[in-house]
């Protein structure tokens, strides 16, 4: 069985940074890409960021310039480095990675930023 892990969230002060940590663990034999979502309360969920197994990156415009996302493969880790954070990045970001060509979630971590 496999399960994504998150933690790092918090309550942070506008301008602000937080460093999110997503584990995948159990019977893994390949983890594709690893992404970062949100969600907002009355929101859809939305895309954050995404790295491939190469390493390669995207980011919605919203975060791109604040927030670094990045990947430890012998750890089965993704990490979200969010910096200068703003009230509008108030959300549960939750992870998701496509392992043995199957998509998981995390239960999600709340991020507050109060003005």
């Known amino acids: 069985q496999v399960q994504l892990v998150e933690s790092g969230g918090g309550l942070v002060q506008a301008g602000g940074s937080l460093r999110l940590s997503c584990t995948a663990s159990g019977s893994i034999f390949k983890i594709n890409a690893m992404m970062w979502y949100r969600q907002a309360p009355g929101k859809q969920r939305e895309l954050v960021a995404s790295i491939t197994t190469g390493g390669n990156t995207y980011y919605a415009d919203s975060v791109k310039g604040r927030f670094t996302i990045s990947r430890d493969n012998g750890k089965n880790t993704v990490y979200l480095q969010m910096n200068s954070l703003k009230p509008e990045d108030t959300a549960v970001y939750l992870c998701?990675?496509?392992?043995?060509?199957?998509?998981?979630w995390g239960q999600g971590t709340q991020v507050t930023v109060s003005s």
């Open positions: 998701n990675a496509v392992i043995d060509l199957h998509p998981y």
